[in-house]
């Protein structure tokens, strides 16, 4: 690490997060494995923390006698640092910085972390890893410190941020149980383009813009045929209408993500088709309610 001081995120979750622990170099996602390497921007440290004792056991494996009420079992928690090492900053700088950082900065964070994520699903084509959001962190810490010392997991000056709350109506809190019930109660059926969008927003909201394109193309395809299906079809007419006309932009944006980077045009249409899928199958839900 370089002399400077430096920014950093810091998040805490329920799990280990499946990198094994160690610093990862972090180039700009543009770099391709051809191109001179450029600068790094970050610097990324996993760390598990409370890990469980193993112990190997002899031979097979004994049962044990479990409990009526056992205790929960002891589980081990990911950290993960991600050290902005782009610009090093003087002491004012760093304490200026420091005193307006706040959610956005822990949004980027968060990206950069994530970024991590998906490759490691990739190159372990494991389909369960995935990535992390803001809900999930049990702590959330921003600040900065001396190069070693942020690697190292200390700072010199940081601060917690609390998870944004805020009040909500009783017949939205009550609104994903119900709807819960009916699924598990087969009184509503599971769509296939609901799950599919949901990959679609995931790949949006990680900046994967050309693997949100291929995969809105297959929930966009999904959903005007699942909907139009549908019990409610009658109350999704106009929302049915919209989705046909969001299929050519979208299918000619997936087919240049086949050969290259979208272009800044190509993601708005795929963002603005997404969220016009996304409000298709909320009236859907509303009208089943």
């Given at each position: 690490?370089?002399?400077?001081?430096?920014?950093?995120?810091?998040?805490?979750?329920p799990?280990?997060?499946?990198?094994?622990?160690?610093?990862?170099?972090?180039?700009?996602?543009?770099?391709?494995p051809?191109?001179?390497?450029?600068p790094?921007?970050?610097?990324?440290?996993?760390?598990?923390?409370?890990?469980?004792?193993?112990?190997?056991?002899?031979?097979?494996?004994?049962?044990?006698?479990?409990?009526?009420?056992?205790?929960?079992?002891?589980?081990?928690?990911?950290?993960?640092?991600?050290?902005?090492?782009?610009?090093?900053?003087?002491?004012?700088?760093?304490?200026?910085?420091?005193?307006?950082?706040?959610e956005?900065?822990?949004?980027a964070?968060l990206?950069?972390?994530?970024?991590?994520?998906?490759?490691?699903?990739?190159?372990?084509?494991?389909?369960?890893?995935?990535?992390?959001?803001?809900?999930?962190?049990l702590?959330?810490?921003?600040?900065?410190?001396?190069?070693?010392?942020?690697?190292?997991?200390?700072?010199?000056?940081?601060?917690?941020?609390?998870?944004?709350?805020?009040?909500?109506?009783r017949?939205?809190?009550?609104?994903?149980?119900?709807?819960?019930?009916?699924?598990?109660?087969?009184?509503?059926?599971?769509?296939a383009?609901?799950?599919?969008?949901?990959?679609?927003?995931?790949?949006?909201?990680?900046?994967?813009?050309?693997?949100?394109?291929?995969?809105?193309?297959?929930?966009?395809?999904?959903?005007?045929?699942e909907?139009?299906?549908?019990?409610?079809a009658?109350?999704?007419?106009?929302?049915?209408?919209?989705?046909?006309?969001?299929?050519?932009?979208?299918?000619a944006?997936?087919?240049?993500?086949?050969?290259?980077?979208?272009?800044?045009?190509e993601?708005?249409?795929?963002?603005?088709?997404?969220?016009?899928?996304e409000?298709?199958?909320?009236?859907?839900?509303?009208?089943?309610?």
């Amino acid at each position: 690490m370089p002399a400077g001081l430096f920014r950093f995120v810091q998040v805490e979750l329920p799990w280990p997060l499946g990198p094994p622990d160690g610093r990862y170099l972090v180039r700009a996602p543009e770099t391709v494995p051809a191109a001179p390497a450029s600068p790094p921007t970050h610097v990324l440290v996993f760390a598990t923390l409370g890990a469980p004792e193993r112990r190997r056991l002899s031979g097979r494996r004994r049962q044990r006698e479990v409990a009526p009420e056992p205790g929960p079992a002891a589980v081990a928690t990911g950290r993960a640092t991600v050290i902005d090492v782009g610009a090093p900053l003087s002491e004012a700088e760093a304490q200026a910085w420091l005193a307006g950082a706040g959610e956005e900065d822990l949004a980027a964070g968060l990206a950069v972390l994530n970024r991590a994520l998906h490759a490691f699903r990739v190159v372990t084509a494991d389909p369960h890893a995935h990535g992390v959001g803001r809900g999930q962190t049990l702590v959330a810490r921003i600040g900065f410190g001396a190069g070693e010392e942020v690697a190292e997991g200390r700072w010199t000056a940081a601060k917690e941020l609390s998870a944004p709350t805020g009040r909500q109506r009783r017949s939205r809190v009550l609104a994903p149980q119900a709807q819960l019930a009916a699924r598990l109660g087969a009184r509503e059926a599971t769509l296939a383009c609901e799950e599919l969008t949901l990959r679609a927003r995931a790949d949006v909201e990680q900046g994967r813009s050309r693997e949100a394109a291929l995969q809105l193309l297959v929930a966009l395809d999904a959903a005007l045929a699942e909907l139009s299906a549908d019990p409610h079809a009658a109350d999704l007419a106009e929302r049915l209408s919209e989705l046909r006309g969001q299929r050519e932009p979208v299918g000619a944006a997936a087919q240049a993500a086949l050969v290259r980077p979208l272009s800044a045009e190509e993601e708005a249409a795929v963002a603005f088709a997404l969220s016009r899928v996304e409000a298709a199958l909320r009236a859907r839900a509303a009208a089943a309610s």
